[in-house]
T-cell receptor
Framework: GDSVTQMEGPVTLSEEAFLTINCTYT??????LFWYVQYPGEGLQLLLK?????DKGSNKGFEATYRKETTSFHLEKGSVQVSDSAVYFC??????????????FGQGTILTVHP | DGGITQSPKYLFRKEGQNVTLSCEQN?????MYWYRQDPGQGLRLIYY???????QKGDIAEGYSVSREKKESFPLTVTSAQKNPTAFYLC????????????FGPGTRLTVL
C-alpha cells in the first residue's frame, strides 16, 4: 500500500536559517503530493502541492519539488522565521478504489524556530 | 467565505456517554473525512464519505459512527464503546477532479473526564 516516510523531528533552528524536511513515498502510479502545516491547537492548512513529476509547489517562501526518480518531495525554505514554528505533514492521496482520495500522512515534523 | 466549520472547539465527556461532533462545509465538496490525532502522532482515518447517503470505515472505525444525510454535513458520534476517545478530531472535505486536495476544519478537542 501507499506510505509516506517523513524526517523525524523535532527540528530546532535559529531565525534566518535554512530549512529542509525530508519526505519520501511509495505509491501506485503518480499521485499528487501535499505538504500541510499545523499551528498549535489548530487544524491542518494546505501549505503547497504538486500534481506531477518535476512540478514545484511553492507558498510563503516554502518550496518542494516532485521527484519521481527518488520518490521524494522534500520541503525547503531559505530563511525561516519564528512564525514558521509548527508541525509539518507530508501526504499523498490514494489513487483508486473505494478509498479514492484518502490521504496517507507522514508522522509529522515539529519545527521550532528561535529568535 | 467558503470553508469547513467544526463544533464545538472543546468537548468534555463523561465515561459511558455518547457525544456527537459537528462538521459542516460550504465548499460544495462531495467527499468528506474524519481523522483522529493523538499527541505527537500523525492522523488516522476514522470514517469517510464519497457521496451523500454513503460512507466507509477507515482504519480505526471501532467505537465511532457517522451519517451523511446532507452534502454539507458529516457528523461523527463517539460512542461509549470507544475505549480511549480523548484526542483531537479533524474533519476534512475534498475537491473532486484536479488535484483532489483535502481541506481541513479547525478541529474539536475531546476530553473524557
Amino acid at each position: 500500500g501507499d506510505s509516506v516516510t517523513q524526517m523525524e523531528g523535532p527540528v530546532t533552528l535559529s531565525e534566518e536559517a535554512f530549512l529542509t524536511i525530508n519526505c519520501t513515498y511509495t505509491a501506485t502510479g503518480y499521485p499528487s503530493l501535499f505538504w500541510y502545516v499545523q499551528y498549535p491547537g489548530e487544524g491542518l492548512q494546505l501549505l503547497l502541492k504538486a500534481t506531477k513529476a518535476d512540478d514545484k509547489g511553492s507558498n510563503k517562501g516554502f518550496e518542494a519539488t516532485y521527484r519521481k526518480e527518488t520518490t521524494s518531495f522534500h520541503l525547503e525554505k531559505g530563511s525561516v522565521q519564528v512564525s514558521d514554528s509548527a508541525v509539518y505533514f507530508c501526504a499523498l492521496p490514494n489513487a483508486g478504489g473505494t478509498s479514492y482520495g484518502k490521504l496517507t500522512f507522514g508522522q509529522g515534523t515539529i519545527l521550532t524556530v528561535h529568535p | 467565505d467558503g470553508g469547513i466549520t467544526q463544533s464545538p472547539k472543546y468537548l468534555f465527556r463523561k465515561e459511558g456517554q455518547n457525544v456527537t461532533l459537528s462538521c459542516e462545509q460550504n465548499l460544495n465538496h462531495d467527499a468528506m473525512y474524519w481523522y483522529r490525532q493523538d499527541p505527537g502522532q500523525g492522523l488516522r482515518l476514522i470514517y469517510y464519505s464519497q457521496i451523500v447517503n454513503d460512507f466507509q470505515k477507515g482504519d480505526i472505525a471501532e467505537g465511532y459512527s457517522v451519517s451523511r444525510e446532507k452534502k454539507e454535513s458529516f457528523p461523527l458520534t463517539v460512542t461509549s464503546a470507544q475505549k480511549n476517545p480523548t484526542a483531537f478530531y479533524l474533519c476534512a472535505s475534498r475537491e473532486t477532479g484536479g488535484t483532489d486536495t483535502q481541506y481541513f476544519g479547525p478541529g474539536t478537542r475531546l476530553t473524557v473526564l
